[in-house]
Structures are given as C-alpha cells and as structure tokens.
T-cell receptor
Framework: DAKTTQPNSMESNEEEPVHLPCNHS???????IHWYRQLPSQGPEYVIH???SNVNNRMASLAIAEDRKSSTLILHRATLRDAAVYYC???????????FGEGTQLTVNP | DAGITQSPRYKITETGRQVTLMCHQT?????MFWYRQDLGHGLRLIYY???????DKGEVPDGYVVSRSKTENFPLTLESATRSQTSVYFC????????????FGPGTRLTVL
C-alpha cells in the first residue's frame, strides 16, 4: 500500500476552521483517499473519502491537490468533540483493507 | 449504530492461556476485520475475511487464529496468550471495495499478565 505522511499533532481553537494535511506522493491513479478519526477510548469512525475531486459531507470537506500527491481534511468549525486522532489512508480500488499510520492528534482549545 | 458488537469489553488473562474474542455484526456485510492497537499507536490489521469460510492474513497474524463459519460472526482466538498481545482489539465490518467505509466496534481491552 502507498504510504501517507501526517504531522504528529496539531492544535486549534474552538469554532475556528482546521486544516489537517496529508502527503501521499506515491499515490497511484486508482487509490482512494480516506480519512478516519478516533475519539478517545473509541474505535475509529469514517469521516470522508475521495478520488480526484474535492468532496463535502456533513462532517468535513476533503480538498485533493490536482496532482493527487497531497490532500487536506477541513473541519469548518472545530468543536471540543472534534478532538481526536485523524488518520489519512490510501485504499486501492480492488482493496478492502485499511492500513493505518500514526495519524495526527488534534487538540481543540476552548 | 455501527452494527457491530464485541465481547468481552475487558479481559485479563495469564500467559499461556487460550482466549477468544467475539465479534458479531447485524448488517450482513461481506467483510470483517480484526485489528490490534497498542498504546499510543495506530491500528494494525491481524486478519480479515471477505465472506463466510474465507479468511486471509493481515500485517500481524502470528499467534492468532480466526474462523468465520457464519457471515455475522468472526471470532479471534489467541491460542497461547503472550504479554506482547496485551492490546486493544477492534473488530470492523464493511460492504467491501475501496469506496465503502469500515464500521468499527467499541473494542476489547485485553491484558495478558
């Protein structure tokens, strides 16, 4: 599986936007970009995914660079509940597995 | 509701004992997965299953056995537990494919003394 690189940690203030970066320079043309997050003492939960175009859902937005070598997860207004570890994961078109890295620990300050 | 339950939620055992962790899904999805998460690290895939009677190894399968006789159940057995298997174990289910999300259970915290 292609590898992703994320910062170990980031901080944000409540009600401000948060941009979580992910580099995936070895991404192949058929890899989907997935984001999951893990709240304290819980299992991971799906956030969003995309292939080439930017994507929006009720939780977040995903901005994908034109060359697909990087992407950014955008939380439009961070809340305290958004404090979690965020994982950026590449998935092959034919694959069902997820390969987790270490993720980014997001701290949200009140 | 992720449609997936795990039992027990907490388990303490001793080195050398056999332990079985249970996973049950209610959505009849094809794929099921077992991950382990050591303190402060990301999840690692142990085994996964694409359908009943079809299982395959993940990144860290040594010391574990799985079976899937029914679509809804995917038990994970540690045949002879070791201290290095102390971890939190997550089960997940998915409809399969690169675009379908995985739904995770609440986890089982296993301590091997």
């Amino acid at each position: 599986d292609a590898k992703t690189t994320q910062p170990n940690s980031m901080e944000s203030n409540e009600e401000e936007p948060v941009h979580l970066p992910c580099n995936h320079s070895t991404i192949s043309g058929t890899d989907y970009i997935h984001w999951y997050r893990q709240l304290p003492s819980q299992g991971p939960e799906y956030v969003i995914h995309g292939l080439t175009s930017n994507v929006n859902n009720r939780m977040a937005s995903l901005a994908i660079a034109e060359d697909r070598k990087s992407s950014t997860l955008i939380l439009h207004r961070a809340t305290l509940r958004d404090a979690a570890v965020y994982y950026c994961i590449l998935r092959e078109t034919s694959g069902s597995r997820l390969t987790f890295g270490e993720g980014t620990q997001l701290t949200v300050n009140p | 509701d992720a449609g997936i339950t795990q039992s027990p939620r907490y388990k303490i055992t001793e080195t050398g004992r056999q332990v079985t962790l249970m996973c049950h899904q209610t959505w009849s999805h094809s794929y099921m997965f077992w991950y382990r998460q050591d303190l402060g690290h990301g999840l690692r895939l142990i085994y996964y299953s694409a359908a009943a009677d079809i299982t395959d190894k993940g990144e860290v399968p040594d010391g574990y056995v799985v079976s899937r006789s029914k679509t809804e159940n995917f038990p994970l057995t540690l045949e002879s537990a070791t201290r290095s298997q102390t971890s939190v174990y997550f089960c997940a289910q998915s409809a399969g494919g690169a675009y379908n999300e995985q739904f995770f259970g609440p986890g089982t915290r296993l301590t091997v003394l």
